[in-house]
Structure formats: C-alpha cells, structure tokens
C-alpha cells in the first residue's frame, strides 16, 4: 500500500488557493505602469496541470526599472499573499521562488523586453497582461515550433552519460556511495531525458529534474517507465554496479538512434569501450 497523506483535505483546495495567488499578482503587477506584459508558464499553461502544480508568472518591465523590480522581488511576492518562506538565496536572481501558507508556491521571474524571444521553452504560454501588444505575437509564433533534437544537443548527451557512468565507478572504489547514487541517478535521468529526444518531444524540466517524466503527466511508454522502476537501487555498492550494467544496452541503442536522427556518426564500438571502462 502506497503512502496516505494526512493533507488531502487541504490538498484539494490548492488549487482555488493558487487562483487566488495568481489574481493577487496580477491585479498588483498590472497596476505598475512599469510592467509592460504579463504572462504565465509551465503545467498551469501546458494542461497538465494538478493540485500540486506551482504558478509560474513572468513580467515584462520597462528595462531601466528591472533592476529594481529584482531587488524588491520578495517584497513583491510578499502583497500576493502569507509567506511561509523563500527559496531563493541571490539578490541578483531574477527570479524568487516564494511558499505561501496556502502551500502553494510561485515563481516569480522578471525580464527586459530584448529577453523575451520565440522558442520552444515559450510554446504555449499564456499570456495574461499585454496592453501594447509586447508578447502575443512572440507567443504565437512560437506556438508553429517544432521540437526536433540538434547535433549539439546529442553530443551534449553522449558526453554526460559517459562522464556519469565513470564517475559512479569513482565514487563506488572510493567508498563515496550517495554520490555513486546521485550519477547513477543522473545516468537514469539522461536516458529518459534521451527518450523524450528521440519521440521529437521537448522536456519541459530543467536538466537533471524529474518532474513530469513519471507519474500521470509522463510521455513515456510502459515499456519505458517500467524499465526506470527496473533500475531502482540501494547502497550496495556491487547492485550500483549492475544497475549501471543493467543500463548499458538502452543507452548502446539510444545513442544509435539519437546519432541516426541528427545525421551524425554513432562511432559505436568507441562509445562501447568508454563505456566500458567504468564497469
């Protein structure tokens, strides 16, 4: 039996808690005649949003007062609602990660406008405050985007996960076993990263993050989610290593596909014997 928290009833309400927050932010924002657009991001905008999703909000200002609005950032957050805590740790950071007591947490990003350019990261955003009409058009033209995999982006792929898998085998001679965990975790971690990679999908995490790669909001196939529960692993430092072997044959393949879908020379029997070398 899985866990049972003892929060559902609360749970259930985070998400009238997080309309609240949002309409706090941008009612205040808004009124700032130095915000030039609002608009927001991740799985509120994506439909694959839960009970547990965070608000992602970014606002447009005037590029003389961004400087400002960053040193004020957590006195911004604080109007929108009580404030349990902030994550972040840089002033010069323009973004804060605030906690509210609701259990809900924003994001809250500030840009100039030359920063904000069409992209994939920006495909489905909604927008929320555009008087001037500053941001529609560049959403909406990243909407027609594609994700398609580059030759730097395989490349980039290929040399971590050998970079990780050596430095699992370091750290298991060396006795350092949770960080033989944390690379045997980011070996995991790249070959659904390289999934995504080869489906034409853009993972909308930051490298190294989880989310949304299992659980209900996941693109993965069964056959694919059930090999990551495969690998799961303890700190026996002899089952770390035959979980990495366990991983070899999944990672040979993608690396030949990846490298098939960008054009690029797979050089396998040299990408088998590095890996080799840390196993």
Same mark, same amino acid.
């Given at each position: 039996?899985?866990?049972?928290?003892?929060?559902?009833? $609360?749970?259930?309400?985070?998400?009238?808690?997080?309309?609240?927050?949002?309409?706090?932010?941008?009612?205040?924002?808004?009124?700032?005649?130095?915000?030039?657009?609002?608009?927001?991001?991740?799985?509120? +905008?994506?439909?694959?949003?839960?009970?547990?999703?965070? !608000?992602?909000?970014?606002?447009?200002?005037?590029?003389?007062?961004?400087?400002?609005?960053?040193? *004020? @950032?957590? *006195?911004?957050?604080?109007?929108?609602?009580? =404030?349990?805590?902030?994550?972040?740790?840089?002033?010069?950071?323009?973004?804060?990660?605030?906690? %509210?007591?609701?259990?809900?947490?924003?994001?809250?990003?500030?840009?100039?406008?030359? &920063?904000? +350019?069409?992209?994939?990261? !920006? @495909?489905?955003?909604?927008?929320?405050?555009?008087? *001037? *009409?500053?941001?529609? @058009?560049?959403?909406?033209?990243?909407?027609?985007?594609?994700?398609?995999?580059?030759? &730097?982006?395989? &490349?980039?792929?290929?040399?971590?996960?050998?970079?990780?898998?050596?430095?699992? %085998?370091?750290?298991?001679?060396?006795?350092? =076993?949770?960080?033989?965990?944390?690379?045997?975790?980011?070996?995991?971690?790249?070959?659904?990263?390289?999934?995504?990679?080869?489906?034409?999908?853009?993972?909308?995490?930051?490298?190294?993050?989880?989310?949304?790669?299992?659980?209900?909001?996941?693109?993965?196939?069964?056959?694919?989610?059930?090999?990551? &529960?495969?690998?799961?692993?303890?700190?026996?430092?002899?089952? !770390?290593?035959?979980?990495?072997?366990?991983?070899?044959?999944?990672?040979? $393949?993608?690396?030949?596909?990846?490298?098939?879908?960008?054009?690029?020379?797979?050089?396998?029997?040299?990408?088998?014997?590095?890996?080799?070398?840390?196993?």
């Amino acid at each position: 039996m899985g866990f049972v928290s003892r929060h559902l009833e $609360r749970d259930e309400a985070l998400p009238k808690h997080r309309g609240i927050l949002l309409d706090h932010a941008v009612k205040d924002l808004s009124s700032d005649s130095n915000v030039l657009a609002i608009y927001l991001a991740g799985s509120l +905008t994506r439909g694959n949003a839960d009970n547990y999703s965070d !608000i992602d909000i970014h606002t447009i200002v005037t590029p003389e007062t961004k400087a400002d609005f960053i040193k *004020n @950032k957590r *006195n911004r957050a604080s109007k929108w609602g009580e =404030v349990l805590f902030f994550e972040d740790f840089n002033p010069l950071s323009p973004v804060v990660v605030t906690h %509210y007591d609701c259990f809900v947490k924003v994001d809250s990003w500030y840009h100039s406008p030359e &920063e904000v +350019t069409a992209s994939i990261w !920006i @495909k489905g955003y909604k927008v929320l405050y555009d008087p *001037n *009409n500053l941001i529609s @058009k560049t959403i909406l033209k990243s909407s027609a985007l594609q994700y398609k995999p580059s030759i &730097e982006e395989v &490349e980039v792929w290929r040399g971590k996960v050998l970079a990780y898998i050596h430095e699992a %085998y370091r750290a298991v001679m060396r006795g350092e =076993v949770y960080y033989a965990l944390s690379n045997l975790d980011m070996i995991r971690w790249l070959i659904a990263a390289g999934w995504y990679m080869e489906m034409d999908e853009h993972l909308d995490s930051a490298y190294g993050v989880w989310s949304k790669i299992e659980g209900e909001r996941s693109k993965l196939k069964p056959w694919q989610l059930s090999l990551l &529960e495969s690998w799961d692993c303890n700190r026996n430092t002899n089952q !770390i290593m035959k979980t990495i072997a366990s991983m070899v044959p999944e990672i040979i $393949r993608l690396n030949i596909q990846l490298c098939k879908q960008v054009n690029m020379e797979a050089n396998d029997a040299h990408f088998k014997k590095i890996i080799e070398m840390g196993y």
